[in-house]
């Protein structure tokens, strides 16, 4: 599986962008497929995860109610549209595919695939 994730950019807070993470192969059902981010001298952090089969989405407490993940199985894509973006958003993103299961979908050791990232800066 190759990952390559787009839509990333320089915006204003309050507006809302809206990424892609294209994959090529096939992404097995019991597959996560889900967004990280990272600042620089941060660690990478969890932002938002959904199973490639469908069922309920998993968020970070600091962007629930702001982003939501899905995806679109016939595109082989996973979007994240990102509402009401704030200065601390920024962050390059990435989007990842693998198998934790249930209770470790957060942590980015249980990924197996990783997109390039993408460059998401929110000016205040």
């Known amino acids: 599986v190759q990952l390559q994730a787009s839509g990333g950019g320089l915006v204003q807070a309050g507006v809302s962008l809206r990424l892609s993470c294209a994959a090529s192969?096939?992404?097995?059902?019991?597959?996560?497929m889900t967004w990280f981010r990272q600042d620089p001298g941060k660690e990478r952090e969890f932002v938002a995860a959904?199973?490639?089969?469908?069922?309920?989405?998993f968020y970070a407490d600091s962007v629930k109610g702001r982003f939501t993940i899905s995806r679109d199985n016939a595109k082989n894509t996973v979007y994240l549209q990102m509402n009401s973006l704030k200065a601390e958003d920024t962050a390059v993103y990435y989007c990842?595919?693998?198998?934790?299961?249930?209770?470790?979908?957060?942590?980015?050791?249980?990924?197996?695939?990783w997109g390039q990232g993408t460059q998401v800066t929110v000016s205040s």
């Open positions: 959904v199973r490639w089969s469908g069922g309920n989405a």
């Open positions: 990842a595919a693998g198998r934790p299961i249930s209770t470790t979908y957060h942590r980015a050791e249980f990924y197996n695939y």
């Open positions: 192969g096939r992404i097995p059902n019991s597959y996560f």
